[in-house]
């Protein structure tokens, strides 16, 4: 018998490629360099800081829009149930006991002045703190006083009465000139009045924050009292002017 020869399984090794074979050379340098590198992996987007404060811009204004909704909606319904409104105040009558000028800057006076409030609303209540009343004569301070702490009832008329004075008080040489000047021109003063207090809305059971009311009454002319009757001025054209102060951090309004 004869033997086969099988062919062998190893490849040539004399440099010569296999006959209907692939030629084999060396790996490149890019084909290292893309082995030895790891596999990319896709990063998760970021998001932009920018596109946070828009975000949170966006949020906050629509929580404010939100509040400034809800507020006019309940300032409505308090409106359609209570009929709000603000207190009348008239200037009465006001009486100057004493009005002295000296020639060493020193002023003297006595007012007594009487105010009527009244409470429109039928069911709100005014709740007041003590009241300060100053008097301006030509925009010089001629003396002030204060009013006692009251409660203003639903559709109430009260009358209010106090003593504004000044006792010796030292004002300044041209504060004096003008009211003289007034008194020998016009033979009276004009006089301006004012308010300022504190003030609480009671609706039920239901009591609202403390509020600053101004009440200024305008229109007022006195002549100087001669000897010891004391003058009376004239409020036929007095009007007084309510207006509520609210403040806003440093602000008010």
Not at 130 to 148: F, Q
Request: aromatic content about 8%; hydrophobic content about 35%.
């Amino acid at each position: 018998m004869t033997d086969r020869v099988y062919p062998s399984a190893k490849p040539n090794t004399n440099g010569t490629a296999a006959v209907g074979g692939n030629p084999s050379f060396p790996a490149n340098k890019a084909q290292l360099y893309n082995a030895s590198r790891p596999a990319c992996r896709p990063q998760p987007p970021r998001r932009s800081r920018r596109s946070c404060c828009c975000a949170c811009c966006l949020w906050t204004t629509l929580a404010v829009i939100l509040v400034l909704l809800l507020a006019a909606v309940a300032g409505a319904v308090l409106w359609v149930l209570y009929r709000p409104h603000r207190p009348n105040f008239t200037l009465s009558s006001l009486q100057i006991s004493q009005f002295n000028l000296t020639s060493s800057s020193q002023f003297t006076s006595q007012f007594n002045l009487t105010i009527v409030a009244r409470n429109p609303n039928k069911k709100l209540k005014f709740l007041y703190d003590p009241i300060g009343v100053s008097i301006t004569a030509s925009g010089v301070p001629a003396g002030d006083g204060s009013i006692p702490a009251f409660v203003h009832f639903t559709k109430n008329t009260t009358t209010l009465r106090t003593i504004i004075s000044s006792t010796g008080e030292s004002v300044d040489s041209t504060q004096i000139s003008i009211l003289k000047s007034d008194l020998k021109n016009k033979k009276s003063l004009p006089l301006k009045i004012q308010l300022d207090t504190k003030v609480r809305v009671k609706i039920g059971g239901f009591k609202t924050k403390k509020v600053r009311v101004r009440v200024r009454c305008d229109g007022v002319n006195a002549a100087v009292p001669t000897g010891k009757t004391p003058a009376t001025a004239s409020t036929a054209n007095s009007k007084c002017k309510v207006d509520l102060r609210i403040k806003i951090w440093k602000w008010t309004f």
